[in-house]
């Protein structure tokens, strides 16, 4: 495998259940991202991570916790979500903060909260 | 706030018609990225421009930077189908630090 790979691709949960996703990049980064993206509006960055340690979170509800185990894995953990969380949630990577390469992104998982 | 706006946020043309889609902010940037993503996959780098009335191409894409690099412009020459999908523009301002644009979908139809 290459690039970046985020599983499951679809998700359905209900507001009670837990569920986490998951991303793995396979590129040597040493930051890592989880973003959020809703139609019509600018992907949200929810969390970033440096080298293993959460450099960003930008005021994101507890109910969703992530967790960086090493510099290739990435893990958001969901529980009681609200229907307005529905959307694809992107991970991304990059070298150092992606000022001058950019960030590479995986598929998405696309969510929703029933 | 720091808002980057794009325009159009929609565009639907004929192949082989030329098109430009604007990124604009009143936010001075160290850089700024483009992206395309297609529909069910994730954003994909195009190119990043770093001074100030910079251009660069693309094959059929021209990107150009603002010479105050609050702003940024990307034309396609001679559309084709396999240029669908949405494009989204990021200013950057640091490591770790930057803001996206909503958006433009964009659809050449056949």
């Known amino acids: 495998e290459t690039g970046v790979t985020q599983t499951p691709r679809h998700l359905v949960m209900g507001m009670t259940n837990k569920k986490s996703l998951k991303c793995e990049q396979h590129?040597?980064?040493?930051?890592m991202y989880w973003y959020k993206q809703s139609a019509k509006k600018p992907l949200e960055l929810m969390f970033v991570y440096s080298l293993e340690e959460r450099v960003e979170n930008n005021s994101v509800p507890s109910r969703f916790s992530p967790e960086c185990p090493n510099s290739s894995h990435l893990f958001l953990h969901l529980h009681t979500l609200q229907p307005e969380d529905s959307a694809l949630y992107l991970c991304?990577?990059?070298?150092?903060?992606?000022?001058?390469?950019?960030?590479?992104f995986g598929s998405g998982t696309r969510l929703t909260v029933v | 706030t720091q808002l980057l706006e794009q325009s159009p946020q929609f565009l639907s043309i004929q192949e082989g018609e030329n098109l430009t889609v604007y990124c604009n902010s009143s936010?001075?940037?160290?850089?700024l990225q483009w992206y395309r993503q297609e529909p069910g996959e994730g954003p994909v780098l195009l190119v990043t421009?770093?001074?100030g009335g910079e251009v660069k191409k693309l094959k059929r894409l021209t990107f150009q930077f603002g010479d105050a690099r609050k702003d940024s412009s990307l034309h396609i020459t001679a559309a084709q189908p396999g240029d669908t999908g949405l494009y989204l523009c990021a200013g950057v301002f640091s490591n770790y630090q930057l803001i996206w644009g909503a958006g433009t979908k964009l659809i050449i139809k056949p």
């Open positions: 936010s001075v940037f160290s850089s």
């Open positions: 421009v770093v001074t």
């Open positions: 590129l040597g980064h040493n930051a």
């Open positions: 991304a990577s990059s070298q150092e903060g992606g000022f001058n390469y950019g960030y590479t």
